[in-house]
Nanobody
Framework: QVQLVESGGGLVQAGGSLRLSCAAS????????MGWYRQAPGSQRELVAS???????NYADSVKGRFTISRDNAKNTMYLQMNSLKPEDTAVYSC?????????WGQGTQVTVSS
């Protein structure tokens, strides 16, 4: 069973930065695609950023130019660097990794941006 463990969430003032990490219990080179999602209270879950096996990236319009998704295959870890944070970025952020054998989710980490 693949486990994904997130870390790095917390409380930050508007304009600040956070880096989220998602550590997998197995090699991440087997995953076709990986991504970060977020869900704010009363809202649907949305895809924030994704990265493919060959490191192609894609971002939601709301975070382009502020967030950067990356991966470190040697550490089996995916990251989300979040800069210039805004109060509307407040949400529970969850990581996801997909391969033919299965689709896996982390437990979620709270990010709160104060104004």
């Amino acid at each position: 069973q693949v486990q994904l463990v997130e870390s790095g969430g917390g409380l930050v003032q508007a304009g600040g930065s956070l880096r989220l990490s998602c550590a997998a219990s197995t090699s991440i080179v087997t995953f076709v695609a990986m991504g970060w999602y977020r869900q704010a209270p009363g809202s649907q879950r949305e895809l924030v950023a994704s990265i493919t096996r060959d490191s192609r990236t894609n971002y939601a319009d709301s975070v382009k130019g502020r967030f950067t998704i990356s991966r470190d295959n040697a550490k089996n870890t995916m990251y989300l660097q979040m800069n210039s944070l805004k109060p509307e970025d407040t949400a529970v952020y969850s990581c996801n990794m997909w391969r033919v054998a299965g689709n896996y989710w982390g437990q979620g980490t709270q990010v709160t941006v104060s104004s």
